[in-house]
């Protein structure tokens, strides 16, 4: 990865630094950025454990993996704005859901954002399946330079004890039309919660070197990698801007708390003391 970088970069010098040890009374330095091997599987870990905390009471049959494939950035500074909408688009969908049945109170979200980079003469070595999902999406404009556009995609974990996996996928596919544009992948009842989870997490965060072409594992280009984890690194303010994250939707006492820049926020309303049971019909106080 380093190697792929411009010199100098900071994002170069960062990545060179992690791991050294005296910089602040002998421990380790990290840089935190989401470009960093080392530094994204410690966030990783971190992130599997707080999610098993979380949803230790929580059962198979009402986890799933959805994946929502957004749109395609042009160029990699572009990333950005298709993610920030995305985002968006799904709270939206979500608290829309939320007003027209309360049973949608209780689902939670939490994913990261990935991008695939794609040009133009991919179009005719992709698979099917790739190709079909492809073609719900925005053709984008593609570069002179024969650089990459970027299919901006979301994988996250979603907790929805109080609706099925079929009415979520609707809903969401109803956000965003098209075949294979989303996918709500039910938890293995062969694994266990923190297995299933952990699986999720590690898939959703991995570090991204290459991409599977047809039958074949093509490596990226050092310019993608740069130009990818670049922006990431300008981005992504050390991973939350990374992360979407939606909790459930508690009593007044217990405001929703859906702002990714606040640590730890998890919700706190428990299931005991939420004041309905979970009829279709909406509850207002
Ligand atoms: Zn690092």
Redesign the pocket.
């Known amino acids: 990865m380093v190697a792929a970088l411009p010199w100098p970069s900071p994002l170069r010098n960062?990545?060179s630094k992690?791991?050294e040890f005296g910089h602040w009374a002998w421990n380790a330095w990290?840089?935190?950025?989401p470009a960093?091997?080392?530094?994204?599987s410690l966030y990783s870990s971190g992130q599997k454990k707080q999610l098993t905390t979380t949803l230790q009471d929580a059962r198979n049959a009402d986890l799933s993996m959805v994946t929502i494939m957004f749109a395609v950035a042009n160029e990699a500074e572009s990333i950005g704005p298709v993610w920030i909408k995305g985002k968006s688009d799904l709270r939206n969908r979500v608290n829309a859901m939320r007003r027209e049945n309360a049973r949608w109170d209780r689902v939670v979200i939490t994913g990261w954002m990935e991008a695939d980079p794609i040009v133009f003469d991919d179009l005719a070595t992709l698979g099917s399946q790739q190709r079909t999902m492809l073609a719900s999406l925005n053709m984008p404009a593609w570069r002179a330079d024969g650089g990459p556009a970027w299919v901006v995609h979301l994988h996250a974990v979603a907790h929805h004890p109080a609706i099925d996996w079929q009415s979520m996928n609707a809903a969401l596919t109803s956000q965003w039309p098209g075949e294979r544009r989303v996918h709500v992948q039910q938890f293995s009842e062969g694994r266990s919660v923190e297995s299933n989870l952990s699986g999720v997490v590690s898939y959703a965060t991995k570090y991204r070197a290459g991409r599977w072409i047809g039958a074949g594992y093509d490596y990226w280009p050092a310019p993608w990698m740069a130009e990818y984890y670049g922006w990431m690194d300008r981005f992504s303010h050390g991973w939350k801007s990374m992360r979407f994250r939606m909790t459930q939707k508690c009593s007044v006492e217990h405001a929703p708390v859906n702002d990714d820049d606040i640590e730890p926020m998890y919700s706190t309303c428990s299931f005991n003391s939420y004041p309905i049971l979970y009829t279709d019909a909406r509850w207002s106080a």
């Open positions: 960062k990545l992690c791991g990290r840089c935190h950025s960093c091997v080392r530094c994204r």
